[in-house]
Structures are given as structure tokens and as C-alpha cells.
């Protein structure tokens, strides 16, 4: 049961089950209801008999002609490659509606649309003081979702009973000359469908790719473990499996080496140890290559933008 104001949605294996739900519901508040949801909060809800498509065409339509782009020319990615905050931060400076479009973007992003999280959450940092050329960019993300406003998440079927829990994470070390902080980007997948995706600017600064990533791995085995919780509730989770493409990560993880000098890194190092000496999760290496959370970290080129996308089962 999901339930956004008074907006609600209900899922089950067991259809009896469920309209005894609504029907003691009903008896208490007003309602109205459909056979299959069609629409949940924006999100489009398609089914097959092997698949779920969300998407959000709609909500993007609305935005493009909001902003009065609804007959631009698309982009082929979210935001030029390379980019970090400090690419927009100077130029003159914007009088306009930035603060509400970032809003706006940042809600697509994590509900439907990890593809432009990144690009969202750089210019994010530009909200006090925006510059036009931050504006731009910004309706460099419109021009992409006006090419994309189609692309579904696709879930597959899957066994419920035998299933697997991922976590891809990365980190980018320092990349923004301003102030050094790296970002941390993770994806969860459950049955390989992306179920969570997350992007934050880490709060201290790291000194070494290795103590970025540890940030990064910290936070996003907290949240596979909270979303572990919550699936075993319903189903069965055989294995959490971390994705980690930083090999001196994995093996400062393995070994005894601490930062005994660096408390808040030394803390979220054993933490990881803790978590993998007593089996709740492995960490296996991935390459580079097949890293679906480099996209939430950095801004790529289109081939290889593309190819993540690919393997995050989004559908145009």
C-alpha cells in the first residue's frame, strides 16, 4: 500500500485480499476507484504479462511548455561532458525561475529519471547564485527530456522467491575545483530493475579516491540494508550484492589498515567491515566499464551515457 495525500495504491498477489482492503476503506472515507491503476502521482503504469513500464511523458510535456520548450531541439545528453558546478558558477548573473525548475527536475529524477540526476544535482548547487550560463544548462536538461519524454523503466518478471538485491556505487574524486568535495552516486537494483538511486555531494573532503569511495559504499549499504528490510517483508532476498569499481577500496575493506587519525572515515570503514565479516553483504568488483552508478557521478559522453542506460533496463 502506497498512500500520497489522498491519492492511494494498492498491490498483492491476491486479488480477494485486496478488495477486502478497499471495501473496509470505503466504509470510512470516500473513494473512488479503478480496476488496474493506470496513474499513480504523475507516473504512467503499464502492464504486460511480463513487464511493468513507469514513465513520466506527461509530467514532462507539462514541463517543456511551462518553460516554453516544447519545440526545441533535442540533446542526446543531460548535460556537456565533464561538467561539474564549477563550469556554470561565473557569468552574469540569472533573475528568473531557476530555484523552480531544479525542484521540478530533482522530483523526475528520483522518481523516474536517474538519467539526469547528475546533471540535476550539480546545477542544484548553484541555487543562490545562479548565472545564465547555469540557466542554460538547465534547459540543456529540458532540450534532453524533450528527445526522451517517451523512455520507460522497464521491470521484468522476476522470482520472488530466489531473488537478489544489487547496490552499484561510485564516487568521483574531488572533480569540482571549488571546493574538492566528491560525489557519491548509488543504484540499487532488485532482480536487475532499478528500484533506488541516489547522488549527494559528500560533506568533508576525501584525500584519496579510496576514502571517497568508503563514503560512498557507507551510505549506500545503509540504504540496502533499509530496502533489504522492507523486500523481505514481501519476498525473499537470497543475496545483498555490492558493485564496487575501485579496487584499493575493496581491498582496504579486506585488509587491517585503518584511518585511525581520520575518525569519521575510520568509523564508516568498520562499519563495512562489520557488515561483510558477519555475511549480510559481498562486495564483488565490476569494471569500470559496466558501473551503472558512473552515470549518477559524472558527466559521460554519449556512448558511453547510453550504454549505462542500457543496463539500468530503461526502454525508449
Known amino acids: 500500500m502506497a498512500l500520497y495525500v489522498d491519492d492511494l495504491l494498492l498491490g498483492g498477489s491476491d486479488v480477494q485480499e485486496i478488495n477486502v482492503i478497499v471495501d473496509m ?35 514532462i510535456l507539462r514541463l517543456l511548455k511551462k ?4 519545440d526545441c531541439n533535442p540533446s542526446s545528453i543531460p548535460i556537456e561532458t565533464k561538467a561539474t558546478a564549477a563550469t556554470f558558477e561565473k557569468g552574469n548573473h540569472f533573475n528568473g525561475p531557476y530555484r523552480e525548475l531544479v525542484g521540478s527536475l530533482l522530483y523526475l529524477a528520483y522518481v523516474s529519471r536517474p538519467d539526469i540526476l547528475f546533471a540535476v544535482n550539480c546545477l542544484s548547487q548553484l541555487q543562490e547564485h545562479p548565472t545564465d550560463a547555469a540557466w542554460c544548462a538547465l534547459k540543456k536538461i529540458l532540450r534532453y ?15 520472488l522467491y530466489d531473488s537478489d538485491l544489487s547496490l552499484y556505487v561510485d564516487a568521483d574524486w574531488g572533480s569540482n575545483s571549488n571546493d574538492r568535495k566528491s560525489i557519491s552516486g548509488y543504484l540499487i537494483m532488485f532482480c536487475n530493475n532499478p528500484i533506488l538511486w541516489c547522488v ?3 560533506k568533508c573532503i576525501a584525500l584519496s579516491s579510496t576514502e571517497a569511495e568508503i ?3 557507507s551510505k549506500g549499504v545503509q540504504d540496502l540494508l533499509w530496502i533489504k528490510g522492507i523486500a523481505s517483508e514481501i519476498v525473499c532476498v537470497k543475496n545483498l550484492i555490492v558493485y564496487e569499481d575501485n579496487q584499493s577500496c575493496i581491498k582496504c575493506i579486506a585488509n587491517e589498515n585503518n584511518f585511525g587519525r581520520m575518525k569519521h572515515i ?23 566499464g559496466n558501473q551503472i552508478a558512473d552515470m549518477l557521478t559524472k558527466a559521460l559522453p554519449k556512448i558511453k551515457f547510453c550504454e549505462l542506460l542500457k543496463l539500468c533496463n530503461f526502454q525508449i
Open 200 to 202: 549527494n555531494k559528500q
Open 67 to 70: 518553460y516554453k520548450m516544447l
Open 145 to 159: 527530456l524533450k528527445g526522451t519524454a517517451k523512455m520507460k523503466i522497464n521491470y521484468k518478471k522476476c522470482n
Open 25 to 59: 476503506l470505503s466504509k470510512e472515507f470516500k473513494m473512488s476507484k479503478s480496476e488496474k491503476a493506470s496513474e499513480f502521482l504523475g507516473i504512467r503504469i503499464e502492464f504486460t504479462s511480463d513487464n511493468l513500464f513507469l514513465d513520466q511523458e506527461s509530467y
Open 266 to 288: 575510520d568509523i564508516k570503514l568498520k562499519f563495512i567491515r562489520d557488515i561483510v565479516s558477519r555475511n549480510k553483504i559481498k562486495i564483488e568488483y565490476i569494471s569500470t
Open 215 to 217: 563514503i560512498a559504499l
